[in-house]
């Protein structure tokens, strides 16, 4: 039987790193996005830089094992990542190239290519094609080839080659290689013959996943070179060499839809197997011994004789230009990168403010709502450009500017805070946050006094049609009013909220309350004032929300709203009734769903009953206000 050789055998012993190429394409949108200027761009052949998204005046620099720039052809791109690998394939080593990278950002184009401009498949299959013809007879060796052409979508292992195929499970032999009982595997003799499997089965599943909802973009695409040699003479050893040729699943699923997303949304990622590809490529990386997470995903399992190990592996990140990429393609360099280098410097004067204003972490904005910087002015004029002309793939079509994007930001950075330099990151998030906090608890306290004062003066007016409206005003600074003259703009409103705000509103709720009990102790108490004229002292359970200030009730719901759509798993549990499995569930239905329009879309949240939905709210909006 064939076995695998490792690469002791004679082959580099540093061969447990994945090599990691990122490859930025192109424009591809409309001229006008063009004149934006890109987001990212190649310093030179291993590093590149990126804005930093919570400061304008930075760029991220990224340092990688090769950076292909949008003018490298396939041929480049081919010939210094791939072609070097695939000798140690005819050697009975397993080698394997990935694509990776956000959806429309060239992973199927680098990896297949057009007729015109082939790519890294067709290229290597060609190349093994020529390495094994141009073996040396006198070696005394004969070479066999077959191929396997797979797809993992779902955690499903499902054969192209033979689409009615059912899921197929993954074994491993005493020999620690990976098997896949029941799988097609077709023996190839020319690149011509393996085109003739090839092509029908891409079509097909490209024709499948237009009806499957973009599948293709969810889905894994495996293709597998084996060669197998035997010896022609005793002792008739026989090697195997596994080639994975891989078109990854978009990244940014990661942390969107998925009609599984609920069942992991611990890990934040929606597609199992991308998400344990990144957390295998980074316990390779780090070269440390903690245990590789092979079998927690179909993907890995699948590669775990090819990636790491004594297999030799290149990831190529695809990345795109244009500024609706940014999230996405800030979130895959992360991925890729080993490191990376906050650089203190802004990309070009032209471009840093486009999506940097919009997107600034909090504990920048006294400077950045200074007034009218550069940036800022620039922005807002960009505001006007629509964003959104039309380009196809609709995860990309949001701006930077609109909150759900903020929050994706935002939930990066948990996930990544999670997932790499957990401590110093939310060290460095817990200071920000607490800075920003006490900076607006300050603010928020000064106008308390300042309300508190007006109201201890006309405490002594006796007159209700007054006192409404006076409580009106003290709640008004609940609503993140601008500290500062310039008029609120709705990427203000996206900047402010971060992760600050989120901890606040319902406290903020309770100091009104404070105050307002605080002048009113010698006259009325609050609920006095937001009774109805009848003054009945019990709220009725079905009544109570028409028995408070409609504008005091309107605010509570807002701050709800707030903490759903912003709140990190332990500010949605400082909710009232809401534990740990309710706000899990929450954090899943955003994940998949986006923001909650009203309080009421939680009923839509598993397990959250109309009955269950109003004494959740009946009970939050009574204990911000004390009741
Ligand atoms: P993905 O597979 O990552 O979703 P595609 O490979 O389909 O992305 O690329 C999206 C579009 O960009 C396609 O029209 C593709 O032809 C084009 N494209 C991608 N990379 C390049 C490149 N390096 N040069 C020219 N066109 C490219
Ligand atoms: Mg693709």
Redesign the pocket.
């Known amino acids: 039987m064939a076995h695998r050789v490792s690469a002791s055998d004679g082959g580099n012993k540093k061969t447990s790193r994945v090599r990691v190429a990122v490859?930025?394409?192109?424009y591809?949108a409309k001229e006008d996005e063009k004149a934006e200027g890109p987001c990212v761009r190649g310093l030179n052949s291993q590093n590149l830089e990126i804005i930093n998204w919570r400061n304008a005046t930075e760029t991220v620099k990224y340092h990688f094992d090769i950076f292909?720039g949008?003018q490298?052809?396939?041929q480049e791109?081919f010939l210094s990542s791939v072609k070097p690998i695939l000798p140690h394939v005819l050697n009975g080593q397993n080698a394997s190239v990935f694509?990776y990278?956000?959806?429309?950002?060239?992973?199927?184009?680098?990896?297949?290519?057009?007729a015109e401009?082939p790519g890294v498949i067709p290229r290597a299959v060609r190349e093994v094609f020529n390495l094994v013809n141009a073996k040396d007879e006198d070696e005394g060796w004969t070479y066999s080839i077959g191929m396997s052409y797979l797809e993992i979508y779902n955690e499903k292992v499902l054969d192209l080659l033979s689409p009615s195929s059912q899921d197929l499970p993954i074994r491993e032999d005493k020999d620690k290689n990976i098997l896949i009982p029941g799988l097609t595997h077709t023996t190839i003799s020319s690149f011509s013959d393996f085109d003739k499997h090839f092509v029908p089965a891409t079509l097909n599943r490209t024709t499948a996943s237009t009806k499957l909802n973009q599948r293709?973009?969810r889905s894994h695409a495996i293709l597998l070179i084996k060669i197998v040699r035997t010896q022609r003479a005793l002792t008739y050893r026989q090697q195997m060499g596994k080639l994975y040729l891989v078109?990854l699943a978009?990244s940014e699923d990661n942390r969107r839809t998925g009609n599984q997303g609920i069942r992991l949304k611990e890990s934040g990622a929606i597609n199992l197997s991308l998400f344990t590809l990144s957390k295998v490529v980074d316990s390779l990386n780090s070269g440390t011994s903690i245990r590789v997470p092979y079998r927690d995903s179909k993907l890995t399992r699948l590669l775990q004789d090819s990636l790491g190990g004594s297999a030799h592996s290149v990831m190529i990140t695809?990345i795109?230009p244009e500024y609706k990429y940014y999230f996405d393609t800030f979130t895959a360099l992360n991925f890729a990168a080993k490191s990376k280098l906050i650089v203190n410097k802004p990309f070009t004067r032209e471009t840093v403010a486009v999506p940097v204003m919009s997107v600034k972490r909090s504990r920048d904005e006294p400077e950045a709502r200074g007034s009218g910087s550069e940036p800022h002015k620039k922005r807002q004029k960009e505001d006007k450009k629509p964003e959104q002309d039309g380009f196809s793939?609709s995860s990309h079509c949001q701006s930077l500017s609109e909150p759900s994007v903020m929050e994706r930001l935002i939930a990066l950075e948990k996930l990544m805070m999670s997932c790499q330099d957990k401590d110093r990151l939310s060290v460095l998030k817990d200071v920000a946050q607490s800075r920003k906090e006490i900076q607006e608890l300050k603010e928020k306290q000064r106008e308390f006094e300042s309300k508190a004062m007006l109201l201890s003066q006309l405490a002594g007016e006796k007159s209700n049609p007054k006192e409404e409206p006076i409580f009106r005003n003290t709640t008004a600074p609940l609503q993140r009013k601008q500290p500062n003259a310039i008029k609120p703009n709705k990427q203000q409103a996206v900047v402010q909220p971060l992760q600050v705000s989120q901890l606040q509103p319902l406290q903020q709720l309770a100091v009104v309350k404070k105050q307002s009990v605080c002048v009113k102790k010698k006259d009325k108490k609050l609920s006095d004032l937001v009774e109805p004229p009848d003054g009945k002292e019990n709220l009725k359970e079905n009544s109570w929300e028409s028995q408070l200030d409609q504008s005091v009730l309107e605010q509570s719901r807002q701050k709800i709203l707030q903490i759903l759509n912003t709140g990190s798993l332990k500010e949605l549990k400082s909710l009232q009734q809401i534990g740990d499995k309710k706000a899990k569930l929450i954090l899943g239905w955003r994940e998949i769903h986006g923001r909650f329009t009203e309080v009421e879309d939680l009923t839509k949240v598993e397990g959250m009953t109309e009955k269950r939905f109003s004494s959740f709210m009946k009970a939050n909006i009574l204990s911000a206000m004390g009741k």
């Open positions: 490859r930025l394409r192109p591809m292909h949008e490298t052809t396939q791109v694509a990278g956000p959806t429309g950002a060239g992973k199927t184009y680098t990896m297949l290519g057009s401009q293709s973009s078109d978009g695809n795109a793939p």
